[in-house]
């Protein structure tokens, strides 16, 4: 078994190795810097994982790992043109740095670099690794068009913002485990489970994600405290508080919420009053706590000896456990 | 043997039968547009072709001929972004009908759709078919960027002119015949001439694209007569004329050139005046000549009945023919 290390190492190593055509670099440079921004790399060392889990060699989910990180950062590139975002992983994003026509271009190259990628797999695996990846790809699509479509509401319920991160971050860890698995030899309903424990850890932790992002401590989580309230962001804690939330909170997070507001600190600290006296941070820890425990159901029935499934519980804890 | 209106009446009902989710109208609604709009259908009737030369079943062609259908919409809706298009075939181009992002979004999912088709060949034929189609769809991203760097470069060589049409526009006409070829079951020299030929054909293609800009039949061409000399549009035609002018037809070119030219009218006959001079219409109509006879020496060496390469060869004099 590897472990998280040294896939993380493994999942590095073959990115700085990865080459693309040197003549036309307006397209292909961009490929390399959004490739070379720090990362965590969850989603290929989930593959590499998930293939870990059914074979000693993992040689054969090293491309397919690969094409899921580039995938994912295809995603962020288009994704941050879309949300005009200035910044990622705090260096300027590809259509700030280029221009937007570059971040569109180099991303759809991106994606078919992706699918050369997975292409690559043992033929005997290439139809199934496809079809899990193809159908994914869509889903993350269509997650980002909800959360776009969300911007322009003015009310978001609970189950169609959690439909929303489960398409657009959750099936991607649960389709990188998945597709890990079937380039391991695992049978269907094996690598289906371990779809369904990466899609409810995808979405405890986005879940988590958000609780942090008010709760959680500043110096750990490295990202100013309130940033999504600031942003007046459609998170869980915001929708849920609506839900809640009497005419009196409501009114005073509506006049919080106007774009006008002024004193941002006293924004932050006067809307988090609010959450908690509706126990808001209660509710989403119970909602985080229910996902991680459908997660591990689903891993449960996935038929290896226990010590290969401690890698994976040792991952799913540090990512839900992180900087609280 | 299917006629070239049969080819394109399958394509078009299988065009109309397909049908996208309909909970999120935003992400779909512009590939069903952009798919109905007007258009030859000669990607996929090249994909139907080549599949019907060695098989008179082509039923497993229809899902790469609608998935190569797609993946060309999907260039035109992400190129039109690029180019701020307002029309496409007549109609507000998706950016402008919808919005840059609804474009850019759909245009990503479409690309996905285009691999699900595609996926869908005989899994004896799926690798190949794979590969053609990663490769070519990595090559027309390349054809786009340098189509983009040219609009910035002040001089432009031929050899690099015929290079950025032969990525952008030609690769996918081979590509088309390829994947048919191989879902026919032909074998690989013979899939490869008939890339050849495709490829060949594109070239001649655009030339003659360029070529009736100026010296078509404006009725039967269907477009403005000189739209690319008013928009100072680098195509053969231009390059060609300041390779081979003098300092006194350079200098009448540059004047015509500049931004505040007026008097379009005059504009256009005075650069066709330059054109004429210097034999430009003589050099263009060699050249396309050169690349359709090269088409044709690819599809010699197919070694299928001479019946069954009338349709292409018909088809190719009336690519070729049409409206001069």
Known sequence: MYSFKELQHIV????KKSVYPGYLPELYDPI????????KRLRPCLVL?????????????VNPALSVELFHNFTLMHDDIMDKAPLRRGAPTVHRKWNPNTAILS?????????KLMAKVSPGYLEKVLDIFSRTAALVCE????????????????????QMIELKTAVLLGASLKIGAVTGGAANHEAEELYGFGKNLGIAFQLQDDYLDLYGNPEKFGKQVGGDVLANKKTYLLIKAFELAGPEEEKTL?????????RPEEKVSEVKKVFDALGIPEKIREETALFT??????????????EKKYILCDFAEKLLRREK
Chains 1, 2 share one sequence.
Not at 107 to 115: P, S, T
Not at 254 to 262: F, H, I, S, T, V
């Open 12 to 15: 590095d190593t073959a990115i």
């Open 32 to 39: 390399t810097y959004i490739m070379s921004l720090e990362g």
């Open 49 to 61: 994982m998930g293939c870990n889990l059914f074979s000693e060699d993992i040689g054969a989910a």
């Open 107 to 115: 991303g759809d190259v991106m994606l078919v670099e992706a699918y």
């Open 143 to 162: 997650g980002q068009q909800l959360d776009m479509n969300f911007e322009k509401q003015e009310l978001v319920n609970i189950q169609a913002y959690l």
């Open 254 to 262: 509506r006049k919080w919420l106007r774009p006008d507001a002024p």
């Open 293 to 306: 425990s459908r997660a591990f159901t689903h891993l449960d029935q996935v038929a290896v000896p226990a």
